[in-house]
């Protein structure tokens, strides 16, 4: 049985993204996470192979895809958009682990919150999130997600 | 009667941050929004003297503090995480005209969204958003915004 990790990949492996980039903005997606000013940053779970268990490389099982934003009360944030676990390891605790590491690397960024959104159908998302002590302030207080988007941002813009 | 005019100031002018500077972090927001790869951006609303007025400079009256995210699906947002207009030059369409500056910032950098968050008592900014094309996704989808901070997420981290 192979152990499981959590690694940050800020380099230039393409290997983790093979999992959406077929699926969504192909080369964008690389230029846009890889650059000098990334404009995200993706945590990778790998299985690795067990001692006498031979295998071509790390398999990747899962991410965390985050970024910074920023408060003008709170100032530096993180902000996880988007978390993933393979549904033949889930039940692992690899999606926690995945969300511990994100808020490692947000203190270790001077962040003082760490933010996530997700959808009131996800109840087994929720109710992870809030036995790891989230609070969900839609319910708290009230706060409601908007989007303008496509031809109404065109107007908007007056282009 | 002077005029008005939305400007983006990403250089090192303090004046704009007067406003907020002393109730949240003072130099960590000026660092934070001012170094190599700022974390936020920010566009200010300014009072200009008319023809034959005078006054010691422009006249900061409002501002929108953005900053970009991502989403696996349609790649670069813009995020507006607060916008602000004097009480005594609200309902001069100050606020719609940031918000149209944003979007038209958004288009200028590639991006497909964008997005804001508001408190659901807050009506009279919710009828804004909405009538200028903005999809409640709270409402509209069941999106529930969740945060880790403080201690939550110092224990998180395992520190």
């Given at each position: 049985?192979g152990?499981?990790g959590?690694?940050?990949?800020l ?5 983790p ?11 964008d ?7 000098e ?20 490389g790390p ?8 970024y ?6 709170k ?6 958009e ?5 549904p ?23 962040c ?13 998302a929720m ?5 790891l ?6 319910e ?20």
């Open positions: 049985m152990s499981l959590i690694s940050s990949r380099g230039t492996h393409p290997g993204f093979s999992l959406f980039v077929a699926i969504t903005i192909g080369a997606l690389r230029a846009d996470g890889f650059g000013n990334p404009f995200y940053h993706c945590l990778v779970a790998e299985s690795l192979p067990g001692p006498g268990e031979s295998q071509a398999c990747v099982v899962g991410y965390g895809l985050y910074f934003i920023y408060s003008t009360w100032g530096r944030n993180v902000y996880l988007d978390i993933y676990v393979k033949e390891y889930q039940g692992q605790g690899i999606g926690s682990k995945i969300i511990k590491k994100v808020a490692e690397v947000a203190l270790d960024k001077g003082s919150q760490f933010r996530l959104s997700v959808l009131d159908w996800n109840k087994r109710d992870l999130y809030k036995a002590g989230a609070q969900d302030l839609t708290a207080e009230g706060w409601h997600s908007f989007r303008f988007e496509g031809e109404v941002m065109r107007k908007l813009a007056g282009k």
